[in-house]
């Protein structure tokens, strides 16, 4: 077993095919197949299932395929970092789209100022999918709200937040004082998209009440989620972090629900099986300062 088969494997998997593996490696798709054969003889395992022309991979290969991912990639950083003495090279962070909004811009910044000579490529998406590439190894690691749910990722919290509920001066709760959960239910609320860390939360904490709940608006966004909001669409859902200027301005006011309290915190997750070179450290130990 070589790296090359483990490259291989890797493209027969991502393309979905041996031939368009074959094609975007530039060797003949026999050459293809023997290397698959190969690593299957050596494992003694079944990599993929044949199916009606279509490759379907079985659970060892799935399994092979997560460590053939971080080999590989291992490998490149070793030779990046071989190659480049001068701490030349690239970060690939993920954020969820509250931290993208509120923290990544300044520690993007911060770590820029102290290592001019390192890329960060920043990719923002629901805390689902930032999972999902942590698990790929397509980013180096990620800051998160909400929880993880692989056994695989390691989770260090390095911050407190809290979601509130807010609504617009046309809402008819936007002058109420405190009130009961039961008075939530069944009302209309401005969400974001499912996978999110913020919804996620939101949900257990309605189903914990057993209070049903409308969608008024799944909003992949905060600008969006705010602006719905202070238009009287419904009851935003939202990090207070994210709503303080409108808070000030009475554009929005926070709904005071007895005895709910929506604390979460945030989070650094990578691969247990994630090398962390000493600049992508430099880069977590910065999230710890902005406590």
């Known amino acids: ?14 393309l979905g095919s041996m031939t368009a593996a074959a094609q975007a490696l530039f060797i003949s798709q026999p050459t293809v197949s023997q290397a698959i054969s190969e690593l299957e003889n050596y494992y003694g395992i079944k990599l993929f299932d044949r199916l009606a ?13 997560s460590y053939a991912r971080h080999i590989t990639d291992l490998v490149t950083e070793m030779e990046q970092a071989m190659k480049n003495p001068d701490q030349h090279g ?3 962070v993920g954020a969820s789209l509250t931290i993208a909004n509120y923290l990544l811009p300044d520690l993007v910044s911060n770590f820029s100022r102290q290592y001019p000579l390192i890329k960060v490529q920043a990719i923002t998406k629901n805390t689902k999918d930032i999972e999902s590439l942590v ?3 397509a980013i ?22 809290k979601l509130i509920l807010v609504c617009g001066k046309t809402h008819f709760l936007y002058n109420s004082k405190s009130i009961s959960p039961l008075s939530l239910k069944d009302l209309s609320f401005i969400v974001r998209e499912a996978g999110s860390g913020t919804r996620e939360l939101f949900e257990n904490m309605m189903a914990a009440h057993e209070l049903t709940w409308q969608p008024a608006w799944e909003c992949n966004g905060s600008d969006i989620l705010k602006n719905a909001a202070i238009k009287g669409l419904g009851i935003g859902v939202i990090s207070q972090r994210l709503v303080e200027e409108e808070l000030k301005a009475g554009t929005l006011v926070r709904i005071n629900v007895k005895d709910i309290d929506l604390q979460r915190k945030f989070s650094v997750i990578y691969h247990k099986n994630k090398f962390l ?3 992508m450290q430099a880069f977590i130990n910065l999230c710890y300062k902005f406590v």
Request: charged fraction near 25%.
């Open 277 to 279: 070179s000493g600049s």
């Open 53 to 65: 022309k279509h490759l379907f991979i079985t659970d060892k290969g799935a399994q092979l395929l």
């Open 140 to 161: 180096d690691f990620a800051i998160v709200e909400g929880s993880v749910h692989s056994p695989d990722i390691i989770e260090n919290v390095f911050m407190e937040d």
């Open 90 to 92: 690239i970060i690939k």
């Open 1 to 14: 077993m070589t790296l090359r088969h483990l490259t291989i494997f890797i493209k027969v998997f991502d």
């Open 135 to 137: 698990m790929k190894n």
